[in-house]
């Protein structure tokens, strides 16, 4: 009995994480320039994890990225905009998970600059180290992540 009980208690786990999951946000709208080969490489990325992405093609990101309330010293190459957040740079679809699982008070999550192993910025087998920081309108960073 207690062992049935045991195992209709981690189904009701699992399907309680896969209901979660499935609630998440897939639809996302990128924000880059046309003649970005990186920025295209993170959507084909977030498309082979059947994210729903829009590009909205703009030769002037910067402009896109200070209406979206990103810190010029977080800037990377495209911002993207999912569920109500903003999501800067090479960000792997897990943070983006993360950060509609636990929906923190802030404005969004970036991934500065653009490191070298990051997805659409893959380079044979390196990595380099970087922290995915979260930023809000108060001009609060903090670390979200450490890859
Ligand atoms: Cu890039």
């Given at each position: 009995m207690k062992s049935i009980l045991m195992a209709a208690a981690i189904v009701a786990l699992g399907l309680t994480s896969a209901l979660a999951n499935d609630d998440l946000a897939k639809d996302i709208v990128v924000y880059k320039n046309p003649e970005c080969g990186c920025c295209t490489k993170w959507v084909r990325y977030l498309e082979s994890h059947d994210y729903n992405v829009t590009i909205e093609s703009t030769r002037d990101v910067y402009a896109m990225k200070k209406n979206l309330g990103v810190p010029e010293k977080l800037a990377a190459c495209h911002t993207a905009v999912i569920d109500g957040y903003v999501i800067e740079g090479h960000i792997t679809h897990r943070d983006i998970k993360r950060l509609l699982l636990f929906?923190?008070?802030?404005t969004g999550i970036a991934v500065p600059g653009m490191p070298i192993g990051t997805p659409g910025m893959e380079q044979g087998n390196t990595k380099q180290p970087h922290d995915v920081l979260t930023f809000d309108d108060r001009g609060n960073v903090e670390v979200f992540a450490k890859h």
């Open positions: 929906r923190p008070d802030v």
